[in-house]
């Protein structure tokens, strides 16, 4: 089945709902964090702002600022000492006294980056920050300490860290996350909407049958606006309850006409993540069967054929045949894709060498003589970036 799967993850990639799969999959997207910023540059300092000069444009003139260097966090070279004092071009505004980061790289001189502006607090965080080379497991033990801090350059960065983590680095630490803590956050107004994805997916992993309930009444609440990270939250109770948990997500999601686009693609998000990082928690047979139910949904269809191929569900090869160019079906995207897991099912062998192909296999192969006869256009147009070897 090796080839299957990568043929359906072609197919996958082509129809452009493809995720990385080196991050948090109920993140916003990731960004530099302070950590590597730090591991990039060649030298970082901890300066106080001097003085600065605004600029003159009749004369030509930037502007230019002023810093005396606090301490030295790292320069191999020791080209910098405290009480030093170094000047960047253009003006920076600030008070007396007020912290920076300076962080740089050498070439033939040190190219600075802008000032990051730091509190005391900020820069020991920075400073005791462990290094890249830290294996990640660890890393995020000392992160998870600092999300939701009061200093929000603290909070954001550490949040930072685990959208960049790997999904398989934030399960082993599940045990350190604070589990009261997230109840009140995935409640709070004042928890940033972008982090909540994350925390669901953490009490998911560390939360009992109380938190299954509270995650139950967020994700049961009848809404029209799109809601940030409420597929996060889907996933963490999915991952709580398992297959008994299913049957609420597709009937508030999967199979509710009321439900908003987002609401449903976000139910269509959770089940991709069980598939795909949780396979354990809930049959793949019981997921196929969820998913299968999208197929109703002609806006997401595409997606869901996609779905289904990377899964290798046969069981709606003839339904495929029946939907192509039907009514709201009739949509390039979606007979591409039927083409495609077309393609992708007719390459499945017997289970032992010699055996016949299963029965979806021989009708998949006759169906694409079919369109390829009777609408060569999308035929082609469907093969084209979809290469088998």
């Known amino acids: 089945m090796r080839l299957i799967a990568c043929l359906a993850a072609a197919l996958l990639a082509i129809a452009g709902n493809a995720r990385p799969a080196v ?14 910023q730090l591991g990039q540059a060649d030298v970082s300092l901890l300066v106080q702002w001097v003085k600065a000069e605004p600029a003159d444009r009749d004369k030509g003139f930037a502007g230019e600022t002023t810093y005396e260097v606090v301490e030295v966090v790292q320069d191999a070279a020791k080209s910098f000492e405290s009480g030093a004092q170094i000047k960047l071009s253009r003006e920076r505004v600030a008070k007396s006294g007020d912290l920076f980061v300076l962080l740089g790289n050498k070439g033939t001189s040190v190219e600075w980056a802008s000032p990051l502006a730091v ?3 900020s820069y020991q965080y ?3 920050a462990p290094s890249q ?12 300490k600092f999300l939701e801090y009061p200093d ?3 909070a954001s960065d550490a949040y930072g860290e685990f ?3 790997p999904y398989r680095d934030i399960v082993p630490i599940k045990d350190e996350f604070p589990r009261e803590d997230l109840r009140k956050w995935l409640t709070s107004p004042e928890t940033p909407k972008t982090r909540l994805g994350l925390y669901g997916l953490m009490i998911g992993l560390c939360g009992t049958d109380e938190d299954a309930e509270l995650l139950r009444e967020i994700i049961s609440q009848p809404t029209q606006d799109y809601r940030l990270g409420i597929d996060g939250l889907m996933a963490g109770y999915l991952l709580l309850t398992g297959e008994e948990g299913l049957p609420l997500i597709e009937d508030t999601k999967l199979r509710n006409e009321d439900a908003v686009f987002s609401e449903t693609y976000a139910g269509m998000q959770a089940l991709r993540f069980l598939w795909t990082y949780s396979p354990e928690t809930v049959p793949a047979e019981r997921l196929r069967a969820s998913m299968r139910i999208l197929l109703d949904r002609p806006d997401l269809a595409d997606l869901v054929i996609t779905d289904l191929a990377r899964w290798e569900d046969w069981s709606v090869t003839d339904r495929l045949k029946e939907m192509y160019g039907h009514d709201d079906y009739n949509i ?7 083409i495609r897991y077309f393609l992708v099912a007719e390459r499945v062998k017997g289970e ?10 021989l009708k998949a192969k006759q169906y694409l003589a079919e369109l390829k006869e009777s609408d060569p256009k999308t035929y082609q147009a469907a093969k084209r970036f979809f290469i088998l070897n």
């Open 126 to 128: 920075i400073k005791q």
């Open 119 to 121: 509190s005391e607090a």
């Open 23 to 36: 991050c948090c999959p109920f993140c916003e997207a990731p960004s530099l964090t302070l950590a590597e």
């Open 352 to 361: 032992k060498e010699g055996d016949q192909p299963p029965e979806s296999a």
């Open 163 to 165: 959208a960049n983590a």
């Open 133 to 144: 080379e830290t294996p990640a497991v660890e890393r995020l033990k000392y992160f998870v």
């Open 332 to 338: 390039p995207s979606i007979k591409r894709n039927i």
């Open 152 to 154: 929000q350059m603290v």
